[in-house]
């Protein structure tokens, strides 16, 4: 190997080992991500719970029109108060 190809090489290595990340750099950043996608499961979780919520009201809303669909269909008529949205 000629000198000059030894130098560059070593060139090579010390700027690799300059912008080489220490390990504890490497834990710092990896704790900060932990963190963040905790946050961020956490705020998934809230959607969901709110979704679910939601939809469990808006199936709620539709069971008394279901009802009294199927009053009207069996009995000819719905039983709902006559002050019923329905």
């Known amino acids: 190997m000629k000198k000059d190809?030894?130098?560059e090489i070593l060139e090579i290595v010390?700027?690799?080992k300059d912008k080489m990340a220490t390990s504890d750099e490497?834990?710092?950043?990896?704790?900060?991500l932990g963190d963040r996608i905790a946050g961020v499961e956490s705020?998934?979780?809230g959607v969901n719970?709110?979704?679910d919520t939601e939809a469990m009201a808006r199936q709620d809303q539709k069971l008394p029109a279901?009802?009294?669909d199927?009053?009207?269909e069996v009995f000819?008529?719905?039983r709902a108060p006559k002050h019923s949205a329905l």
Do not use: C, D, P
């Not at 490497?26 to 900060?32: P, S």
């Open 5 to 7: 190809e030894a130098k």
């Open 26 to 32: 490497l834990a710092a950043v990896q704790q900060e």
């Open 49 to 51: 719970r709110r979704l």
């Open 66 to 68: 279901r009802v009294s």
């Open 14 to 16: 010390n700027f690799i």
């Open 70 to 72: 199927l009053e009207k």
């Open 43 to 45: 705020k998934v979780s």
């Open 76 to 78: 000819g008529q719905s």
